[in-house]
């Protein structure tokens, strides 16, 4: 009975196995005729999407949220349309309407808008004054392109560039006529020759460096950078560049017209500046050497501000070098035409000025005087009297240097624990200083920058600058000689272009939350303080290479990036390059305004790879000039 029961399936369960299968396929054909239906009438609704409206959050509320009237709007005629028309702006296209902007006259091809000779007049002269930055106000600003002038030519290719320079570049005589006897420039048919002589060293930069190298050690890396103040036409620091010393030097824009701008057109670092009430633009304990030839500062004035000022950008240990008035007053007196009672006095008051700075002279022969600052202030700090001037300043901000008055006080050096310490920590010898941790990143003095991010920091750009050299090919091959960075970070961009016959002017923004400048200068390099929401202190057409790593993201709230964009054109050499990094859409903003501007330009994926979304925009300002026939 067991086995039949089963064997045998019984007949209810057959029948209800049949109903069951009748039932399912009545409801799918059911479903089907309905879905067919529905799908006929509504074919042609409009694709508008469902307004939903808005639901209370209570047990009453519907499971689902109800459509609005909007869904059950009355059948169109209308297509579907399947494009895609919120998309993002593709690379290298854009829908913003280029403004184009048109030359500006040819008088103001050598415009320099901080400063500006018209507007200085309206400062004191007192101290200089009239020569510092002098900003044009927002409503002044020239929305205009700086143009080179008629027959402009490319720059002499390194080291060539050295000694000559295109007429037509810098039509300007007056230093070969003034400075004639002194050897600063010569015209020689369509260009210039700068034979190195300079107000003190009229037989020749070379020879003067020799003579300095013989009182003080200039060749075995422990001097890697030097500071001209007053520079002429800078062949002291253009003949220090053999000796792998690197100089920033300086001058104002005054009757030595276009001195800083024959000095960078030569390939050789420069600025337009001036001791006078503000800082210069430097670190503290930033320069292995200071210089002054004959530059007519007022050294034993104003309380030795002056002097009390290189010692703040001076590194322990540093030296000094001054010649000129009033060193060897008894042979130059009259013709320097002061009297030497005049002379006697002023070295004088210099001598004791630099005692007081606890700075010890080191050698006096010839036209040369040598101080060199002590390595910490743990002597100087105890062996001075109560009221001796000047004072230690008890502010620790001695870094701080845009627009911040000089103070008649010592900057203090780090803390030392014996008095053969050097303050601050020493350095490497050049080369092996450009890549060895700056001391500001082993003391911890700056927050957030480790030993750690620094190598990373260093792999990161010897990355980059390979990519780079696939991008622009040029770059490896000499093209560019005068680079900047707009926000040099830690310098890692210099350090990975150090093998190439380059220089780099390492920017670091003014309010910047990480100030590296100092840890720059601790690697060998130079570089300035600056806010890109003003122009450069240089003249038009001095750079040939120009990097913006996420500068234009950093400025996007601060200021008008159009007239960012402006002043890299005005710096910018003709047929020169910029590189920017920084996120697609800022790119596109950019790209759309150098249009305008007459540069060419493409978007290229970052170095990683297409899905990293920070793109590298690459640059080339076209060549143009300014027509002949207009007049200045």
């Given at each position: 009975m067991g086995r039949e029961q089963g064997g045998i399936r019984h007949p209810e369960l057959q029948r209800m196995r049949v109903t069951l299968t009748i039932g399912v396929i009545g409801l799918c054909a059911t479903a089907y005729i309905l879905g067919a239906w529905q799908g006929t009438s509504s074919s042609n609704i409009n694709p508008s999407p469902a307004v939903y409206t808005r639901t209370q959050c209570d047990d009453d509320s519907d499971a689902a949220p109800r459509a609005s009237s909007a869904a059950s709007a009355q059948p169109s005629g209308t297509p579907l349309d399947f494009q895609a028309h919120h998309q993002v702006v593709g690379f290298n296209e854009s829908s913003l309407v280029p403004e184009k902007i048109s030359a500006c006259r040819l008088k103001y091809s050598e415009y320099t808008p901080c400063h500006d000779p018209r507007r200085a007049r309206k400062f004191p002269k007192a101290m200089m004054q009239y020569r510092e930055r002098h900003c044009p106000k927002k409503e002044d600003l020239f929305r205009c392109l700086i143009p080179a002038p008629p027959n402009y030519k490319n720059p002499f290719k390194w080291p060539q560039s050295l000694d000559y320079a295109w007429y037509d570049n810098i039509p300007?005589?007056?230093?070969?006529?003034?400075?004639?006897?002194?050897?600063?420039?010569?015209?020689?048919?369509?260009?210039?020759?700068?034979?190195?002589?300079?107000?003190?060293?009229?037989?020749?930069?070379?020879?003067?460096?020799?003579?300095?190298?013989?009182?003080?050690?200039?060749?075995?890396?422990?001097i890697r950078t030097a500071l001209d103040t007053g520079c002429g036409v800078a062949s002291w620091g253009a003949f220090l560049l053999k000796r792998d010393i690197i100089t920033m030097s300086f001058a104002p824009r005054d009757s030595h017209e276009a001195q800083v701008q024959f000095a960078l057109e030569r390939g050789v670092p420069a600025m337009i500046g001036v001791m006078a009430t503000d800082r210069i633009p430097y670190p503290a304990r930033a320069f292995d050497m200071a210089h002054c030839s004959r530059c007519l500062i007022p050294w034993n004035k104003l309380d030795g501000m002056y002097l009390v000022e290189v010692d703040r950008v001076l590194r322990p240990g540093g030296y000094w070098i001054l010649s000129g008035p009033p060193v060897h007053w008894?042979?130059?007196?009259?013709?320097?035409?002061?009297?030497?009672?005049?002379?006697?006095?002023?070295?004088?008051?210099?001598?004791?000025?630099?005692?007081?700075?606890?700075?010890?002279?080191?050698?006096?022969?010839?036209?040369?005087?040598?101080?060199?600052?002590?390595?910490?202030?743990?002597?100087?700090?105890?062996?001075?009297?109560?009221?001796?001037?000047?004072?230690?300043?008890?502010?620790?901000?001695?870094?701080?240097?845009?627009?911040?008055?000089?103070e008649t006080c010592i900057s203090p050096l780090p803390d030392v624990k014996s008095e053969e310490e050097v303050a601050g920590g020493p350095l490497e010898k050049w080369p092996e200083r450009a890549f060895a941790v700056p001391p500001r990143i082993t003391r911890g003095l700056?927050?957030?920058?480790?030993?750690?991010?620094?190598?990373?920091?260093?792999?990161?750009?010897?990355?980059?600058?390979?990519?780079?050299?696939?991008?622009?090919?040029?770059?490896?091959?000499?093209?560019?000689?005068?680079?900047?960075?707009?926000?040099a970070g830690m310098g890692g961009f210099a350090a990975a272009l150090m093998k190439y016959p380059l220089w780099m002017m390492n920017v670091v923004p003014a309010g910047s939350a990480r100030d590296a400048l100092g840890v720059i200068y601790e690697r060998g390099f130079i570089g300035t303080y600056h806010d890109w929401c003003e122009a450069f202190s240089t003249y038009p057409r001095t750079y040939d290479l120009i990097h913006a790593d996420e500068v234009f993201s950093f400025y996007l709230d601060r200021c008008d990036i159009t007239y960012i964009l402006l002043e890299m054109d005005r710096i910018l050499r003709p047929e020169g390059t910029v590189i920017f990094r920084d996120t697609v859409e800022m790119l596109v903003k950019i790209q759309a305004i150098t249009e305008g501007m007459r540069w060419k330009s493409q978007i290229m994926d970052h170095e990683s790879g297409p899905f990293n979304p920070e793109k590298i925009l690459v640059a080339v300002k076209t060549y143009w000039t300014a027509e002949p026939a207009q007049k200045r």
């Open positions: 300007h005589r007056e230093l070969s006529i003034e400075k004639a006897v002194q050897n600063w420039i010569q015209v020689e048919g369509d260009r210039f020759r700068f034979p190195g002589g300079g107000t003190m060293f009229p037989h020749g930069a070379d020879a003067y460096i020799d003579d300095i190298s013989a009182l003080i050690p200039l060749t075995d890396g422990n008894k042979r130059h007196s009259k013709g320097w035409q002061r009297t030497e009672e005049d002379l006697k006095q002023e070295q004088d008051e210099i001598e004791d000025l630099a005692k007081r700075l606890c700075w010890k002279k080191v050698v006096e022969k010839d036209d040369l005087a040598i101080w060199q600052k002590p390595i910490n202030h743990m002597e100087c700090a105890n062996s001075r009297k109560v009221k001796e001037t000047p004072q230690i300043c008890n502010s620790s901000d001695v870094d701080s240097a845009w627009y911040k008055k000089m700056l927050s957030g920058l480790t030993l750690e991010k620094f190598q990373e920091d260093n792999k990161l750009w010897a990355e980059r600058v390979e990519y780079y050299k696939k991008l622009i090919p040029p770059l490896a091959k000499g093209r560019y000689r005068n680079v900047m960075d707009m926000d």
